[in-house]
């Protein structure tokens, strides 16, 4: 029978699905952090809301440099589960929190060093000053979140993510109580606004850590996988094998994002009303596309699993099943983007140019979402496979090389504004998914993986 047969596919997909399904339901939980931001800062105002957009975008460089870092602790303890290897999984989980810190800390310095200079990123003066408190904070939460990556990571490569999605969701919902309480001075305590949103943010996130860890201590489950001292000197080989594997992880992430990053400084410099629209517009793409992240997230684990066990001939059922649920899904969302832009814009923002120009970009967002969820899922089923550093060039090209360029073209030579920036970012993630899918068919060939 072909390993592609119809059983083959159902079978792998349904378990990959199972998977899945509380991996997608994490990463929405965790976006919700930034969407019910979003909401709760923009009823302050477009100013606000601008600084916060502003803000996070710099710091969506670091974070994605520490989610890829973490990413290699889901690889390595993916692999270890199917060989066995205990001791293997506790040092990807011991030394991917040491990396953690490390990233977090230097993202505090680099703050620290970018607050004099935020003016001269090219936006409107009352954004820059608004965003510099809010951004120092916003910085020293990135050493928790990271943190709480690497073991989520490691529940998640265990087959047990649902205990790590609870507590998420649990600092998910303290997050947006405590918005309340510090944003808008509730139970007396003062009405700190756009910096009362960074305190709650940071609190969440170190309280989601120290449950995180908690609980996978004590877990009858994966409790006897996680380390046993985690305070032990680094251990060389374990930092040398995930940074291996997580350092040019990192690198795609930070090329596609890094893309996001310049093309968001760009719409800044149009005006604050372009900016605010298209944190609007690129928070509803984000919470969309954390399904296809979720989808990925688990063709890592299996693709990992069976490559540690060295069942080859799984590898092309579990990759196709996993491409056709992105498809699926895509066709549904982008649906629904198609169908009520203006709607989905209207949650967030009530002024008639910004409302305008984030109804456009979510048209736009519409029609990149399959490119986006093609190239995610083929990026983490290579990853499964130790196949990181060719991914991470060709992102690297994708983005820098056609992405911006045709973008800044677009934009500003043929005037679509914001508009332009995304299609621009849409055509290098056709081209990132069509090179990737092409490069993960011939890994998974069955005369390759034999």
């Known amino acids: 029978m072909s390993s ?9 997909g349904r378990t990959t699905l199972q998977l899945a399904f509380p991996l997608v339901a994490g990463q929405l939980g965790q976006m919700l952090v930034g969407l019910s931001d979003t909401l709760m800062i923009g009823q302050l105002g477009v100013v606000p809301l601008a600084a916060a957009t502003f803000a996070n975008t710099i710091l969506y460089l ?3 440099f520490g989610i890829g870092m973490t990413m290699a602790v889901s690889i390595r303890v993916s692999q270890a589960r199917g060989a066995e290897d205990v001791q ?32 001269l990123f090219g936006q409107e003066p009352e954004v820059a000053a608004a965003a510099d408190r809010y951004f120092l904070i916003c910085a020293v939460s990135m050493i928790p979140a990271i943190g709480s990556m690497a073991v989520k990571n490691h529940a998640d490569a265990m087959n047990h993510p649902w205990p790590a999605f609870w507590i998420l969701l ?20 003062p009405a700190l606004g756009l910096e009362g949103a960074a305190i709650a943010t940071l609190v969440s996130r170190l309280i989601s850590l120290a449950v995180l860890v908690s609980w996978s201590r004590s877990s009858r489950t994966i409790g006897e996988w996680v380390p046993r001292h985690w305070f032990k000197r680094p251990h060389g080989p374990s930092i040398r094998s995930l940074v291996k594997v997580g350092l040019p992880a990192s690198l795609q ?17 149009i005006s604050k009303e ?3 629209s298209h944190q609007v517009a690129i928070t509803c793409a984000a919470t969309v596309f954390m399904v296809p992240l979720g989808i990925s997230m688990a063709l890592t ?6 490559w540690g066990a060295k069942t080859y001939e799984r590898l092309r059922p579990i990759v196709v099943s996993g491409w056709l649920l992105g498809a699926v899904f895509t066709l549904f969302s982008a649906s629904a983007v198609l169908a009520f832009p203006g709607t989905i814009a209207g949650w967030f923002l009530d002024e008639p140019e910004a409302l305008a120009v984030a109804t456009a970009l979510l048209l736009v967002s519409a029609a990149f979402q399959f490119s986006d969820a093609m ?3 083929s990026m983490g089923a290579l990853r499964g496979l130790d196949d990181v550093s060719g991914p991470a060039w060709i992102a690297v090209f994708a983005y820098w090389v056609v992405s911006l360029p045709v973008g800044a073209v677009l934009a500003f030579g043929l005037d679509w504004g914001a508009s332009g920036m995304w299609w621009g970012i849409t055509l290098g993630l056709t081209l990132t998914a069509v090179l990737l899918g092409r490069r993960l068919w011939r890994k998974t060939a069955p005369r390759v993986a034999a």
């Open 375 to 377: 190239q995610i899922l």
């Open 274 to 276: 372009a900016l605010a």
């Open 301 to 306: 684990v299996r693709v990992g699993e069976a």
């Open 170 to 189: 649990g600092g998910v919902l303290l997050n947006v109580f405590l918005n309340w309480v510090l944003i808008w001075g509730k139970f007396g305590a």
């Open 253 to 269: 992430l930070l090329a596609e994002v890094s893309a996001f990053v310049v093309a968001t400084m760009i719409i800044g410099t």
């Open 4 to 12: 592609l047969s119809k059983q083959a596919l159902l079978t792998e």
């Open 62 to 64: 670091p974070l994605m």
């Open 88 to 119: 293997m999984a506790r040092e990807a989980l011991r030394n991917g929190l040491f990396i953690a810190l490390v990233v977090g800390l230097l993202s505090v310095v680099l703050a620290g060093v970018l607050i004099p200079f935020l003016h």
